[in-house]
């Protein structure tokens, strides 16, 4: 076994039994809790933050800015390029992974009792595709690579992202582990295309001027 394969391993293992843990004995009672004790500005924040979530004001702002930048700064529309990949990437992942799993979201535990996984039963409707996160993977990818592309705006894109995740604990959309995944799997991807970014040309000017 190569020493790249033992350090994924290494860090796999202990990642695999934080998620199960998460999942037996920390998503319910977050969730009912999250239920109880909801208050108007929690959700105005949350609902905000789920707006700004969206995958298409990412996918969308990326793709102008390599369309405009194409000719004249090739190196920064490739750039932009990779931050595309990276939500897209993460995002058709994460969606097939919804599918597959087959998770029931809180509501269905909280309205109906409903908390068993139906894996492979192809459930098409949003109640049933809790896990992972779709969100925590666009956050992720915003915090990620809009730092590498914009480093004077890192504390914001970090915000930006991680308050995008958490957004969906807040509304009670998804569960902590849902979360947890699709943060690690959106990160997972955007340090592959982070490494894959010609230079740093934003480091200096701070814009695509």
């Known amino acids: 076994m190569s020493i790249r394969s033992l350090s994924l391993l290494r860090w796999f293992v202990p990642l695999f039994t934080v998620v199960s843990c998460t999942i037996w004995w920390i998503d319910e009672p977050v969730a009912q809790w999250m239920h109880a004790n909801s208050t108007v500005w929690?959700?105005?924040?949350?609902?905000?933050?789920?707006h700004a979530g969206q995958s298409h004001w990412v996918l969308g702002y990326s793709a102008l800015i390599?369309?405009?930048?194409?000719?004249?700064?090739?190196?920064?529309?490739?750039n932009h390029l990779l931050l595309f990949a990276s939500?897209?990437?993460?995002?058709?992942?994460?969606?097939?992974?919804?599918?597959l799993a087959?998770?029931?979201?809180?509501p269905l535990a909280i309205e109906s009792g409903i908390v068993g996984w139906e894996p492979l039963s192809w459930h098409m409707e949003f109640l049933w595709h809790s896990f992972p996160s779709g969100h925590a993977t666009t956050g992720l990818c915003i915090a990620i690579m809009?730092?590498?592309?914009?480093?004077?705006?890192?504390?914001?894109m970090w915000i930006l992202g991680v308050g995008i995740?958490?957004?969906?604990?807040?509304?009670?959309?998804?569960?902590?582990s849902d979360v947890m995944v699709g943060s690690l799997l959106g990160a997972a991807v955007a340090i592959v295309?982070?490494?894959?970014?010609?230079h740093r040309p934003l480091r200096s000017h701070g814009s695509p001027g």
């Not at 929690?42 to 905000?48: D, M, V």
């Not at 930048?69 to 920064?76: G, H, M, P, S």
């Not at 939500?87 to 599918?99: D, F, L």
């Open 42 to 50: 929690l959700r105005a924040i949350g609902t905000a933050l789920d």
């Open 66 to 78: 390599a369309i405009a930048l194409w000719r004249t700064r090739r190196e920064i529309a490739r």
């Open 87 to 99: 939500v897209a990437i993460s995002g058709i992942i994460a969606n097939i992974i919804k599918v």
């Open 102 to 106: 087959g998770r029931p979201r809180p």
């Open 146 to 156: 809009g730092s590498a592309l914009y480093p004077r705006l890192s504390p914001l």
């Open 165 to 176: 995740a958490i957004s969906r604990v807040v509304l009670n959309v998804h569960y902590v």
């Open 193 to 198: 295309m982070r490494g894959r970014l010609t």
